[in-house]
């Protein structure tokens, strides 16, 4: 194993959930036993507004920020990655190395979307191009193209979350 591989396994194991980010694929299949052995009511989750639930991994670190869902070559529609940031800002996201379509979902401090950038294709050469909020977000949420329109995470919907430390930081206002 590569220092570089050996560095990306220990991130990914000081995770929340280690779901196979940047291991080689001889050893991706620990990582999705880990989730697939791991029951519901542990994982983090969302729940959209029109009920439907995605269960999620967390991106924290700065490093797991840049790495994202890069190189996967398939999200399921009940899944997803949240980005969560310590301050309000204006976060800047872009698909290199990405394999599959996104929809990008900005959200506030309550868990109410800001913005979307739905169907998000891989880049395919660089410069790739950058997605940005329209307003300040405190996290994003990644999940697969097509979710957005299928769910209703249109700007000011509520997304409601669960086993998703410090966040959350406040309920929606009405």
């Known amino acids: 194993m590569t220092a570089r591989w050996m560095l990306i396994t220990a991130i990914c194991t000081l995770t929340l959930i280690p779901a196979g980010c940047g291991t080689p694929p001889a050893e991706r ?13 542990h994982l983090p989750t969302a729940t959209l507004p029109d009920g439907a639930r995605i269960t999620l991994e967390l991106a924290i670190t700065p490093e ?4 994202g869902l ?10 997803g990655m949240l980005f969560l940031f310590k301050t309000d800002g204006i976060p800047s996201f872009w698909m290199k190395n990405t394999l599959i379509p996104l929809d990008i979902i900005f959200l506030d401090d309550a868990g109410r979307v800001v913005s979307a950038a739905v169907d998000v294709p891989p880049c395919a050469a660089e410069p790739c191009p950058l997605y940005r909020p329209t307003g300040p977000s405190r996290a994003v949420l990644e999940v697969a193209a097509g979710t957005a329109k299928a769910h209703g995470l249109v700007p000011g919907a509520i997304i409601t979350f669960a086993r998703v430390p410090e966040y959350p930081l406040a309920p929606p206002a009405p």
């Open 29 to 41: 299949s620990h990582h999705r036993t880990a989730i697939r052995d791991t029951p519901l009511e």
């Open 64 to 67: 797991e920020h840049q790495k």
């Open 70 to 79: 890069m190189f996967r070559p398939f999200l399921s529609h009940d899944r």
